[in-house]
Structures are given as structure tokens and as C-alpha cells.
């Protein structure tokens, strides 16, 4: 049987056979959704995850169980079947909080600040047992796709010991945090993963969407995954009253969040830069490019921090700043790179 046809299949099999379907839009993955819309049944979300493309849906029905035993809101699982990769779920409709500021900058601050309560509620609550885990070692190994996909593909050279170099570089300061017990991070956790849902009360208020590849992890990745937000530019009002509220609420001492908060995000931009680099290079998909700026901004404003001189040092004498001559080289790279 085609995709279309399985697709299909598994909507008769649960009753939404005859639904009216609209895309919606997917994200870097394989993975891709729907909206189905029937007249008695009213609307739902159906996840397209195709196995062979390495798509798993186990992990994100995993977590939206964890999420809603944990008094929050991840989509309810209307139907399943791991083996096809299809998932009908709840639909939050689209109050995204991306398009809610957009449309009404005034709401930016009080939606941030609900944000952070979905973090201050979800880290009160022991992570689920088996997650992946992402400590100082995997971290400090995961930036290399800066060197070899983001520098490389701006044709900027370099020694070939300097992806080691810079794991061994960030080792000791993600280190400093491995002290913190670890809590559930949803990884992608930002303005186009969350949605307004005001019929619902406290941290509810909140959809949460997109957290498949959630991890045991620091409790400021998720927040600094807010803040530094690659597809759009938080205001500092928002910035300062999310962190405020999360150290003050979540009893995490200012200099301590500071630095946890620069070295996450120092990470977490070199890695999205490389990845933005092979998503272009390797997938065809030219559009990260045009976000590469906004990453280089969040990591320049990351490695202000005193503690992190050394890998201010090692970025500003080996990678490239992506200027429009930076960014037309990987453009013309788009699709050309096959994948490892």
C-alpha cells in the first residue's frame, strides 16, 4: 500500500474516514501533519511519522502521557499505531504564541511568563524513567556540525583537531552544571510550540507540541530555549521578567542562572548553527539560513559572560560571522551535500 493509502486506512479504522484534511506546517523533521475536520466529530491533529525515515511516535506518547499525568497540556491521543507511525491527536487550534505577540505585542510578556510556569510546574515533578540523557560529555560532543557543516560550508578552513578542541573547550564549564539534579526538558521549547488555551487554568493555559526528543536534562535548557528563540526576537522585558520569575519562583540564584543560562545557550547556538547549515546543505531546506543571523546573536550575547572567555577566543579565531557573503555560500550549497 502507498502513504496516502495506509494514511487513510488508519482514519477509517478510528472513524475519521471521511474527514476534510488541510496541512499544517511540519517542522526539520520527516514527520509531517494534518488537520482533520469532521462535521459530527469536529477537528484533530493527525501526525504523519513515517518509520522508515527513522521517525519513532513511542517517545512522544511517552511524554504527552507523562506531561498530562504531570497536570499540564500535551495533546490527548485520540488513536495510535507505532508500527505505521500515525498518531490522531487533540487539536489546540492555533493560538500560537508566536502569532499571538505578532499580532498583539502587549501580550508578549504575560505569555512568557505563563511559559515559565509550565517549566516551574513540570520541574516539580521526577522526570520519567528512560529517557535519553544529556550530560557534559554528549553536550560538549553534539557542536561539532558548527565546524563541519556551518564553517565548512561558509568554505572557511580550519585545523582538523578543532572540533576535539572545542568539545574539550565547553567540557569543564558544562561540567560546572552537571551538579543540578535533572529534570524533563522538552527541548524545543518556544513561541511556535506553545499555544494559549484560556479556557483552561494555572499552567494548563499552556499547549505544549513538539517534545518527542524531550531529555533529562538542566533545568535552564528549556528556559534559555525560550529566550534565545531562533525564529524570532524576544524583547528584553520579556527576557528579564521570564528570568526573574523562573530564578525567584524556581529558587535558582541569579549569578547561578546567569551562567547557566550562558553556558546552555553557548551550546545550544553553536550546535543550531551547524544543524541550520545541514539542514540547508544536506536537506535542501534553504530557509534556515535566512535564521542563522539571530542564532549569532544569541551566541555572541551568550559568550559575554566572563566565565566563557576561552570559548569567545576559540569562536571569534575560528568561525565565521554569517555575513551575506557566509550565508550566499551555504545557500549555494543547498541540497548538494549527500547525507552521511
Known amino acids: 500500500m502507498t502513504r ?90 492555533d493560538a500560537l504564541f508566536a502569532r499571538l505577540i505578532e499580532d498583539d505585542p502587549a501580550r508578549e510578556t504575560g505569555l512568557y511568563e505563563a511559559a515559565v510556569d509550565v517549566l516551574l510546574e513540570l520541574h516539580r515533578h521526577t522526570p520519567p524513567a528512560g529517557l535519553p540523557t544529556l550530560g557534559p560529555r554528549e553536550m560538549s560532543r553534539a557542536v561539532d556540525l558548527v565546524l563541519t557543516c556551518y564553517a565548512s560550508g561558509a568554505g572557511k578552513t580550519f585545523p582538523s583537531d578543532a572540533p576535539d578542541t572545542l568539545a574539550q573547550l565547553l567540557r569543564p564549564h558544562l561540567d560546572t552544571l552537571a551538579h543540578t539534579p535533572p529534570v524533563l526538558a522538552l527541548r524545543d521549547f518556544h513561541a511556535e510550540n506553545l499555544l494559549w488555551l484560556p479556557d483552561r487554568q494555572g499552567a494548563r493555559r499552556v499547549g505544549l507540541l513538539d517534545f518527542q526528543d524531550a531529555f533529562a536534562g538542566h533545568p535552564a535548557y528549556d528556559l534559555i530555549s525560550l529566550l534565545e528563540d531562533a525564529r524570532r526576537d524576544v524583547s528584553e522585558t520579556a527576557r528579564k521578567a521570564a528570568l526573574s520569575r523562573f530564578g525567584d519562583l524556581g529558587n535558582h540564584p541569579p549569578e547561578e542562572l546567569a551562567r547557566a543560562c550562558a553556558t546552555l545557550g553557548a551550546q545550544r547556538n553553536l550546535r543550531i548553527l551547524g544543524v541550520f547549515a545541514r539542514l540547508c546543505m544536506q536537506f535542501g531546506k534553504a530557509h534556515y539560513v535566512e535564521l542563522m543571523p539571530r542564532v549569532w546573536s544569541h551566541l555572541q550575547r551568550d559568550l559575554t559572560h566572563p566565565s566563557l572567555a576561552d570559548i569567545a577566543d576559540f569562536v571569534s579565531e575560528t568561525l565565521p560571522a554569517p555575513s551575506e557573503e557566509v550565508l550566499q555560500s551555504i545557500r549555494e550549497k543547498c541540497g548538494t551535500c549527500p547525507t552521511p
Not at 479504522?13 to 494534518?34: E, F, N
Not at 513511542?58 to 485520540?78: E, M, T, V, Y
Open 4 to 93: 496516502q493509502a495506509d494514511r487513510q486506512h488508519f482514519l477509517s479504522s478510528c472513524g475519521w474516514g471521511a474527514a476534510a484534511t488541510r496541512p499544517l506546517a511540519g517542522d526539520a523533521s520527516a514527520r509531517s501533519y494534518l488537520r482533520l475536520n469532521d462535521p459530527s466529530l469536529g477537528t484533530a491533529v493527525l501526525m504523519d511519522a513515517p518509520p522508515e525515515t527513522g521517525e519513532d511516535i513511542r517517545p512522544f506518547c511517552k511524554i504527552a502521557h507523562f506531561l498530562a499525568d504531570s497536570g499540564l497540556s500535551a495533546p490527548r491521543i485520540l488513536a495510535e499505531n507505532p508500527e505505521l507511525g500515525f498518531l490522531l491527536l487533540e487539536d489546540f487550534g
